[in-house]
Structure formats: structure tokens, C-alpha cells
């Protein structure tokens, strides 16, 4: 899957995620091209969840290289456990 398909599916499904929005990504000054997405686990509430991790390539302004993870199932996007 890659950024666009996933971006295309978590609008389909309905939910709003800033990390598409245009005015968000000009804010931290990052693109769609700086995105890959990878399959990944992460741990919700001590239970696995499986996960697209939308990864950057590069980091943004301050630095920012975090990931943001959405089910695979239902494309919502999920916060998981530190």
C-alpha cells in the first residue's frame, strides 16, 4: 500500500485524520511524497493491534520524524501504548 491508496482509504471509511490535511502538512512543512507506509504491530490497551505505520523518509520542521498508525482493518487511526 502506499501513502495515497492508504490516504484515499481512511477518507473512504470516514475518518478525519489531520496528517492529510494541506494546510496541516504546509504547516510542519512535509508532502506526501516524504511518506511511506509500512505493515507493523503495535500494542492498544496490552492487546496487539495490526497496523499501517505511516512513516517519514525525511524529519519536518523541529525535527518531526514520528510515525502515525492506522488499523488495518477499519483505517482509524490508533494511538498506541508508550
Known amino acids: ?12 471509511a470516514g475518518h ?6 494541506r494546510d ?5 512543512g512535509d508532502s506526501m511524497t516524504n511518506y511511506r507506509v509500512r505493515r507493523n504491530t503495535v500494542t492498544k490497551h496490552g492487546q496487539p493491534v495490526e ?3 505511516l512513516w517519514r ?3 519536518v520542521k523541529g525535527g518531526r520524524q514520528d ?16
Do not use: I
Open 24 to 28: 496541516t502538512m504546509r504547516f510542519f
Open 57 to 59: 523518509r525525511r524529519p
Open 16 to 21: 478525519d485524520s489531520h496528517f492529510f490535511d
Open 1 to 12: 500500500m502506499t501513502a495515497s491508496e492508504l490516504k484515499q482509504k481512511v477518507n473512504e
Open 67 to 82: 510515525s502515525a498508525y492506522f488499523d488495518q482493518a477499519t483505517f482509524k487511526q490508533v494511538h498506541p501504548d508508550n
Open 51 to 53: 497496523v499501517w505505520e
